[in-house]
């Protein structure tokens, strides 16, 4: 039987004991029927919280049914850690809403998983969250431009647009765009390039993450429309 790996994006009641899993893997979403699986006595109910590593196998068809499974991580320190659980749901409502059915999901899945590992292990959930965010929007298409003007190309003096979409020269910045200066800028840079594997998380203060914060989410809202229910909650006990 084939057996794939997936991470638990979401998990649904449906009927009296069974849900509905929305997961993703190396080939994209998929959603499965876990028949049975809120029974006491199931072997497959550890595999149905959200945000779980999973390997499982499941029918073919429209509406497949999970058949067996294994769990291989619960990410139990992040799960333990609201902040950082709650950031962690708001990266999985994002796969599970804007990723496209024809995008490199091999990439992006390994990404996911390399993201989960360090929030696992207590790395600044607020900066994996912003680099993961910075990324997607790359994926998604929404590549930001960090090294020259947008307009004219020059690469001097250069502030931050989010109308521009990334660098523009005050000649063709307009006084009633708001724009970010040098700070700002290669902070965004370095979130937005960072390799997981080589360099280490920045460390960023406060005002700083309220400020990028801030940019991501208007990025978030103008380009794709969609704030996750995780992102408000997150709102709620950090106050920005
Ligand atoms: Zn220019």
């Not at 995008?103 to 992006?108: A, R, V």
């Not at 900066?127 to 298409?141: M, V």
């Not at 947008?150 to 250069?158: K, P, S, T, V």
């Amino acid at each position: 039987m084939e057996m794939i790996d997936a991470i638990v994006l979401r998990s649904l009641d449906y009927k009296d004991n069974s849900k509905i899993l929305y997961l993703y893997t190396a080939k994209g979403l998929v959603s499965v029927i876990a028949h049975g699986v809120k029974k006491m006595n199931s072997s497959l109910r550890v595999l149905s919280q959200t945000g779980n590593y999973v390997r499982i196998s499941f029918s073919k068809g429209e509406f497949p049914s999970l058949k067996e499974g294994l769990l291989l991580n619960e990410f139990s320190a992040l799960r333990n850690d609201l902040f950082a659980y709650t950031y962690y749901t708001h990266i999985l409502e994002l796969v599970n809403h804007t990723i496209p059915e024809d995008s490199n999901h091999q990439k992006m899945f390994l990404f996911l998983l390399k993201i989960t590992n360090k929030l696992n292990e207590g790395t600044d959930a607020e900066t994996l969250s912003f680099i993961f965010e910075l990324k997607l929007l790359y994926f998604l298409g929404y590549g930001i431009n960090l090294k020259q003007c947008n307009i004219c190309n020059r690469n001097e003096d250069l502030v931050f647009s989010i109308e521009h979409g990334g660098l523009v020269c005050k000649s063709h910045l307009t006084s009633q765009q708001h724009s970010y200066e040098q700070d700002i800028i290669e902070v965004m840079s370095t979130l937005y390039g960072i390799d997981l594997d080589r360099a280490p998380i920045p460390m960023l203060e406060k005002n700083m993450k309220v400020i990028i914060r801030n940019i991501i989410d208007i990025m978030y809202h103008d380009y794709l429309g969609f704030k996750t229910k995780s992102r408000s909650i997150i709102e709620q006990f950090q106050k920005y």
